[in-house]
């Protein structure tokens, strides 16, 4: 079993003028989410989250024009093929009432399986982040239980006559006393499963990248002191690479010279329909869309971008995000970015400029897109960078008709805090180990 987070990513094109049915579809279904949400966790074990929308076309390089699309993005844990059969074991009705719409869909379509085989081929591929990794929508509702029972008997053992006795090694064995006693709690004594063996996954490519970077660099040494032809191609992968990624840097540069052309900003009546869908107490949800500057450098840096982004999503936290993902749709022509998020999207956005670090993580993508601030050398902001860049936010901001959470109430640090409190357990600590731990009650 895995419970490595992943995003699914669907899209199909429409004709502009059937949108208005699509979303009336879509907001009829988020409606119905309201009396349905019971059933929603029941049948959709591996769904996280789901966002699926009406894009309008959009103009690229002020003159070619970006179809019309619809656009289903989940976030879920485990596998792909188990995730597609359970939206379509629940969703089948729904998915063909909303993709029939579009002349990509299959016409002779018969039941289940065609749907399957449609979805299948509507996937396109994105670059995933997920904030509390391994945690599977099982684990967040048993993690959650768990210390809700445990901090109710730590207040206990906190009124007890001796509790001024108490070490923090005493107390922890209390408490695991107390858990592995407890019928509904003793799935806690045993190690987490999968752990270690998916961190062992997910970090895997980025293992092979870099043995392959390392096996190059050592053929550029021995290529000195043998005559193989093996080991002449392999020394090239590394200066190759080191070789695009100057030659890529060096032509964006040129690129950012081009004059800066600012979006057209969004209304504030607009502003306030994506604002009014901004309801649920601790987590909402933000699409961004825009098309990217003209150049096809521009395309090609940033796809390069993502793939490399994809290999570090291991070792980025981002406190506030949930999941997030980014991709590029019309060959490579529009970038896609969505999260799944704590608080507003204001504050939210505002996370991404209230740090100069963050601010250069963000320009290596957003920099592209049309209506973002200027950089040079990527990252360098050249005037205003945090207003032009809300302005920008806005700007491409879409309204997601239908989103679901299947954590409407825990955010990011109480998901981690939960899972960091259930690995303490049954684990040997120091008394100022145990301390820390005992803080994630």
């Known amino acids: 079993m895995s419970t490595i987070h992943r995003g699914l990513t669907l899209t199909v094109t429409i004709n502009e003028d059937k949108l208005s049915n699509v979303n009336a579809l879509l907001f009829q279904f988020r409606n119905d989410l309201k009396t349905n949400r019971d059933q929603f966790e029941k049948s959709l074990p591996s769904t996280f989250f789901i966002s699926w929308l009406t894009l309008p076309s959009q103009i690229y390089d002020e003159k070619e024009q970006l179809p019309a699309r619809i656009i289903l993005m989940t976030s879920y844990v485990g596998d792909k093929q188990n995730h597609l059969n359970e939206l379509v074991n629940f969703l089948a009705p729904q998915l063909k009432q909303v993709f029939g719409e579009s002349h990509e869909f299959p016409e002779n379509y018969e039941g289940n399986a065609d749907m399957l085989r449609f979805l299948n081929k509507k996937t396109v591929a994105n670059t995933f982040y997920s904030g509390f990794k391994f945690i599977s929508t099982t684990d967040v509702a048993k993690e959650k239980e ?49 752990a270690r ?21 050592i053929c550029i040494v021995l290529s000195f002191f043998m005559d193989s032809l093996f080991v002449k191609i392999v020394a090239w992968i590394f200066p190759l690479f080191v070789i695009i990624l100057v030659g890529l840097m060096l032509m964006l540069r040129q690129n950012e010279k081009n004059p800066h052309i600012a979006s057209e900003e969004l209304s504030d ?29 521009r395309r090609a840096f940033l796809f390069v971008s993502l793939r490399l982004v994809n290999f570090l999503t291991y070792f980025t936290y981002i406190p506030t995000v949930h999941t997030a993902r980014w991709l590029q749709l019309d060959k490579g022509k529009r970038l896609v970015f969505i999260a799944n998020f704590d608080n507003l999207s204001e504050a939210y956005a505002h996370d991404f400029v209230d740090s100069e670090k963050r601010t250069k993580n963000m320009a290596v993508i957003f920099s592209h897109a049309f209506g973002f601030p200027a950089t040079r050398w990527l990252i360098h902001k050249q005037y205003n960078h945090r207003s032009k860049y809300m302005k920008g936010v806005r700007a491409h901001q879409k309204i997601t008709q239908f989103w679901y959470a299947q954590n409407q109430y825990e955010s990011v640090e109480n998901l981690k805090r939960n899972r960091a409190f259930r690995e303490g357990l049954f684990k040997e600590m120091d008394d100022e180990a145990i301390k820390k731990w005992l803080l994630t009650i």
């Open 146 to 194: 768990l210390k809700s029972a445990v901090w109710e008997h730590a207040q206990q053992l906190n009124t007890s006559k001796d509790a001024s006795q108490l070490t923090p090694a005493k107390i922890k064995r209390e408490i695991e006393d107390f858990v592995a006693n407890n019928a509904a709690l003793n799935w806690a004594v045993e190690e987490i499963p999968f």
């Open 197 to 217: 063996k998916n961190k062992i996954q997910m970090l895997l490519p980025l293992v092979l990248l870099g043995l392959v970077m390392a096996s190059s660099i």
């Open 269 to 297: 009546d607009e502003i306030r329909k994506i604002v009014a869908l901004e309801t649920h107490p601790v987590l909402n949800e933000m699409t961004v869309i825009a098309p990217l500057k003209k150049g096809w450098v």
